[in-house]
């Protein structure tokens, strides 16, 4: 029995009132697609050459004989020092990657603490009882809050620019002058543990080193035990300078399962033993620096700009008295800070290009007491502006992308400063033993305040250089990507009215186009501008861009002249053109709306809630045409039914459509309880689906939602089954379908036990985890296997039709007993008329059996495009579901009925239309393309998904990959997929 499928049944006809479709040369296609992706290149290149600003690195490095004197002479006596005598010989620097400020400090009054309250207990002990041996200091970062980036701000003084966090999962050697490197050159031996990224940006630097795999953030134990292992031997050996210990298991178990979660206070108490250990071990030389890279969000994640990103901690110890008594709260210093502050205590020269502000409380030089710690202070901060400054010449030099008057301004504030410094220093009460006059520390207290100024001022003109944007090229770039749509619609909408299409849309582009580009490069050439690629790309774009529109249009007046004519026929034809016009800008006035409202803040925070808006509208106005225009009418009587029977059939229709309406509505009001939170939204609470299983602490609430996630990829096995058998495609013996029938299933059951296995709590038993790790590993294994065999299935043989011989009894498509109406209604399809050619083409099979009563039956013949696309959107849902963490089945399963309702409603209303329409089946109306486009966007929130970096589900990098990678390109993908999941199913099932 043949079913016909209500969106393939009905596509046969071609558009009424139009000529055919204008078959252009098939390479000429070709190359217009590759011509059109060139035009688009072009504007986005320029938008993001305009947006993602890189700053200018300077190689040159700072040396011991480069003195920070205005006189070049030297500054220090110690052999074994440059610029300032050191206080220290050694450091310990341990980072504890994501140590938020709140995990460090402890609060005696909190007697219910949480997970991460009140766990490094040693810090407090240490700030408490020995104020002159230890601090803790409130250690602000600078965004993007990545690893990598942080990283790089703690050893170079520098500050990242936005296009830097990319380099995040493919980290590259630092070649800026930076703290590694002037240990190296001060030969100082430096031993690093832990973090392989240290690795990877501080290539040959290191004497000793034991990296471990950093990017499995689900793996809590790997890196903190291997540095275990490793560290105490290695102090105790005394065989370096420079230590560095970089600890990961508070980062990845915010990851995995957020910083609420029990398994966070064990990791922290873990940290305030080898603390508590390492500070028992330190020698009076050794300074102990414990830091953190960055904070975290409240559900563990990191990247942004949120106050818990960027408030991480900073622990100082010394084995000697080093600060001066303070009882206020904590200060808050810079990150970039610490590069200056470390290099004068260790004896090295400050590098190069750091931008960063001594922290002066380490410059107290005890005992000294009272005013001469001012003296102290003023030289620390001299020799740190003196190096500032000389980077802020240099970079202007050749960067030329500081504002001048604010670098003048800043020129002349050093100026005073040093001149300053030097009138304290001659004058006669101000010599090697320093002699208290209050006159002369107010003067020094004024140029500390000076210097100060000088430094923050520097480093504020430099964030706002760095992160400044150019609005002229941002301009342009979407100028031409505009056009670029235009010219996109205007071919989608005139490619069947010209017989010479290609030749306006190909040929004179492209001579226009390199005419321009050759113009433009002749001319800079002559200037002496150096010439780019993207410049010339870009005027490539312009010169097509003009070449298409003059042609285009001037080829359309010829022919408008040529064949209207000024009558009443002409003014019809006039006002039908106006009215389709009309019927394409409103649909298309959303998202031209939706576009303009991209530059404003208040939408970019809230595009979720207002895309989710905007595609409710458009669904119900689509509904609510159909009844204005007459369409939805129920009231028929029962003359009209017996005159014509298709009306029973239209009544049908109109109560299948309303039904669609109500179900799409429910789905995106249903999807909005998947939503995450922006950091700007600060009484925003991100949705309790985001979390995976492994984080909920209760077993019951855990247990319901796992047999909720559990219900939902059965319930949409089961919805899929249902249709394949309903539209009889599971009836052949093809091993598609017998892959359909097993393998659908059997993928379900491996996601969910691999569900049920990941989101069991960590296992002391050794042989249970160790089991664990293998089946984590091997059910996503098979689940990908499967996948894969399914699509190497259906592009080997995608057809799932039956056919077999019936008797004249069996039930057939197209019974001898139909209406006349009928039978019209029928000529108009596609699927009839194929299953008529069959009966044709068997005949002289029938007649051989001399038998000419039997008939063909063709199962599954109305979706035999439909259901190869149906499988191949299946097997890609069940990859994508499983990159998401398990309680995200339900937000798939919703994906699907929003987006087989929206088919439906997009069919159903066709079908209406067809009947006073003469358009035709093949035309897609505008309304279809910008709904199916707000689908995919609301669909990217109600995964979970927003434009933020810490917003990432990294975790999609790791399913089925306990190790991690070798290479960062299967990660990347994997992370990619699991981001743009709504994008990618729905492009597919547009296809369909």
């Known amino acids: 029995m043949l079913r016909r499928d209500r969106e393939e049944g009905g596509r046969e006809r071609a558009p009424v009132g139009r000529p055919q479709l204008a078959a252009m040369p098939r390479l000429a296609t070709v190359l217009s697609l590759c011509w059109t992706c060139l035009l688009f290149s072009a504007g986005l290149g320029l938008f993001l050459s305009g947006f993602l600003l890189v700053r200018l690195e300077l190689r040159s490095p700072s040396a011991c004989h480069d003195s920070p004197t205005t006189g070049g002479t030297p500054t220090t006596r110690d052999f074994n020092s440059c610029w300032m005598p050191r206080r220290f010989s050694r450091a310990v620097v341990v980072v504890i990657d994501a140590l938020r400020f709140d995990f460090a400090k402890y609060d005696p009054g909190n007697k219910n603490p949480k997970p991460y309250e009140n766990k490094l207990e040693v810090i407090h002990q240490n700030v408490v009882s020995k104020p002159q041996h230890a601090r803790l200091f409130r250690f602000r970062a600078d965004p993007p809050t990545t690893t990598m980036q942080r990283i790089k701000g703690m050893t170079t003084g520098t500050l990242p620019t936005f296009i830097d966090v990319g380099s995040n999962f493919a980290s590259t050697a630092i070649e800026e002058d930076n703290l590694i490197q002037q240990f190296v050159l001060n030969k100082k031996k430096v031993v690093f543990m832990g973090d392989d990224t240290w690795e990877a940006l501080f290539p040959n630097k290191f004497a000793r080193s034991f990296p471990f795999s950093s990017f499995n953030v689900r793996d809590l134990h790997t890196v903190d035990d291997g540095i275990l292992q490793h560290i105490f031997t290695t102090v105790e050996a005394g065989e370096w300078d420079v230590l560095i210990a970089h600890f990961l298991g508070v980062d990845h178990c915010g990851h995995r399962y957020g910083p609420h979660h029990p398994m966070m206070a064990e990791k922290l108490n873990q940290m305030n033993q080898m603390l508590r250990s390492l500070i028992a071990t330190l020698q009076n030389d050794t300074l102990l620096v414990v830091m953190g890279d960055h904070g975290m969000t409240e559900t563990g994640d990191h990247g942004g700009d949120s106050e818990g990103e960027v408030d991480a901690a900073l622990f100082i110890y010394s084995p000697l008295p080093m600060f001066e008594i303070k009882t206020e709260d904590p200060e808050v210093v810079s990150q970039i800070d610490l590069v200056p502050t470390l290099a004068l205590l260790l004896g090295i020269p400050i590098p190069y290009s750091n931008i960063g502000m001594v922290i002066v409380d380490m410059f107290t030089s005890l005992p000294k007491l009272g005013d001469e710690q001012y003296l102290e202070h003023a030289k620390a901060l001299r020799i740190n502006a003196i190096q500032v ?32 410094y030097n009138n304290l220093i001659t004058d006669q009460h101000v010599s090697e033993k320093f002699i208290p006059n209050q006159n002369h520390l107010a003067r020094m207290k004024n140029l500390i305040i000076t210097m100060r100024r000088y430094l923050r001022e520097t480093k504020e003109m430099c964030q706002e250089s760095w992160a400044r944007f150019n609005p002229v090229h ?108 009309w019927k394409i800008l409103i649909p298309l006035g959303l998202p031209l709306l939706r576009c303009g409202a991209m530059f404003s803040n208040s939408f970019v925070v809230n595009e979720g809630q207002v895309v989710s808006f905007l595609l409710k509208s458009i669904v119900t106005f689509t509904v609510l045409k159909l009844k204005w225009n007459g369409k939805l ?135 249970l985890h160790d089991l664990k790790e293998k089946i984590v590993v091997v059910l996503p294994g098979i689940v990908f296997g499967l996948v894969t065999t399914g699509f190497f299935i259906v592009l080997w043989n995608p057809i799932t039709v039956f056919v077999k011989e019936n008797r004249p009894s069996d039930e057939t498509l197209v019974p001898s007993c139909k209406s006349s109406a009928e039978m019209k209604a029928d000529s108009l399809h596609v699927i009839p008329l194929i299953y008529r050619k069959i009966q044709q083409s068997m005949k002289i099979h029938f007649n051989g059996d001399r038998d000419e009563s039997r008939t063909v039956a063709a199962y599954g013949l109305g979706t035999v495009y439909s259901a190869a696309l149906l499988i191949v959107i299946v097997l890609l849902a069940f990859l994508l579901i499983l990159l998401h963490n398990e309680r995200m089945s339900l937000a798939f399963l919703l994906l699907f009925l929003e987006g087989f309702s929206l088919l439906e409603i997009h069919g159903t209303a066709r079908n209406l ?10 035309t897609v109306p505008w309304y279809a393309v910008t709904a199916w486009v707000f689908a995919a966007t609301q669909f990217f929130y109600a995964t979970g998904h927003q434009p933020t970096f810490p917003t990432i589900q990294w975790n999609a990098a790791f399913v089925g990959f306990s190790e991690g990678h070798s290479t960062n390109i299967l990660p990347a993908i994997l992370v990619g997929m699991n981001t743009f999941a709504s994008h990618i199913l729905f492009a597919v099932i547009f296809l369909r």
């Open 474 to 581: 941002m301009l342009c770039g979407i100028i031409l990507l505009t056009a670029a749509c235009v010219h996109c619609f205007l071919v989608s909408e005139n490619v069947s009215t010209f017989e010479s299409l290609h030749r306006v849309l190909l040929f004179y582009p492209i001579i226009w186009g390199l005419a321009a580009a050759l113009i433009v490069g002749i001319w800079m050439l002559i200037s002496g501008i150096m010439v780019k690629s993207l410049t010339l790309c870009c005027w490539v774009a312009v010169g097509s861009h003009l070449g298409f529109h003059w042609n285009f249009w001037r080829s359309k007046y010829v022919k408008n002249q040529v064949t209207n004519k000024l009558s009443q026929s002409s003014i019809a034809a006039i006002k039908e053109k106006w009215i389709s016009w």
């Open 633 to 767: 009418n129920h009231g028929l009587n029962v003359t009209d039914m017996h005159r014509n029977p298709s009306f029973i059939t239209y009544k049908r229709e109109s109560l299948y459509i309303i039904g669609l309406l109500v179900t799409f509505l429910l789905c995106v009001l249903c999807s909005n309880n998947f939503y995450n939170c922006r950091e700007e939204l600060a009484n925003c609470e991100p949705s309790s689906f985001l979390r995976p299983l492994s984080s909920l602490n209760n077993r019951q609430e855990r247990n319901i939602h796992y047999i909720l996630s559990v219900l939902s990829i059965g319930f949409l096995v089961y919805l899929i089954r249902k249709w394949f058998l309903h539209y009889g495609n599971l009836n052949s013996s093809h091993l598609i379908v017998f892959f359909v029938r097993l393998g659908f299933p059997f993928i379900a059951f491996c996601s969910c036990c691999y569900w049920a296995v990941n989101a069991a709590p960590e296992e002391t038993s050794i042989k």
């Open 389 to 420: 400054n000389r980077f802020l010449e240099s970079y202007f030099q050749v960067a030329k992308d500081l504002p001048l008057e604010k670098l003048s301004y800043l020129k002349q504030l050093f100026s005073t400063a040093m001149e300053e």
């Open 913 to 922: 239309s067809l009947q006073t329409d003469n358009t035709g089946y093949f």
